[in-house]
């Protein structure tokens, strides 16, 4: 079974821009779909935005207009492009992907998450 490494995080003034990248590794078959979620503390682990290997998205109202997803099928890594962030947007962002993997002559599906990378927005 493979895994999902992620990088991009950091401590990033109010108004500026970070970019998160997520890698998926192992003998994939496909994966779908590919997503980013995030938990502040003391919160529940919410949705950030999701995207399908076609192409579609679905993003959290908190988030329309100033994050981008996106996702390189021949890479299996999927992004997220974060701007205008604003304070309320720290927290640790997790990677999310349903893979189906190759193994002995099938297949099976696993639902994966990152380690978790953490997000710090300053006002």
């Known amino acids: 079974q493979g895994q999902l490494v992620e990088s991009g995080g950091g401590l990033v003034q109010a108004g500026g821009s970070l970019r998160l990248s997520c890698a998926a590794s192992g003998n994939i078959f496909s994966i779908e779909p590919m997503g980013w979620y995030r938990q502040a503390p003391g919160k529940q682990r919410e949705l950030v935005a999701v995207?399908?290997?076609?192409?579609?998205?679905n993003y959290a109202d908190s988030v329309k207009g100033r994050f981008t997803i996106s996702r390189d099928n021949a890479k299996n890594t999927v992004y997220l492009q974060m701007n205008s962030l604003k304070p309320e947007d720290t927290a640790v962002y997790y990677c999310?992907?349903?893979?189906?993997?190759?193994?002995?002559?099938?297949?099976?599906?696993?639902?994966?998450w990152g380690q978790g990378t953490q997000v710090t927005v300053s006002s």
């Open positions: 999310k992907a349903d893979v189906r993997y190759y193994r002995g002559g099938g297949y099976y599906t696993s639902s994966n």
């Open positions: 995207i399908t290997s076609g192409g579609s998205t």
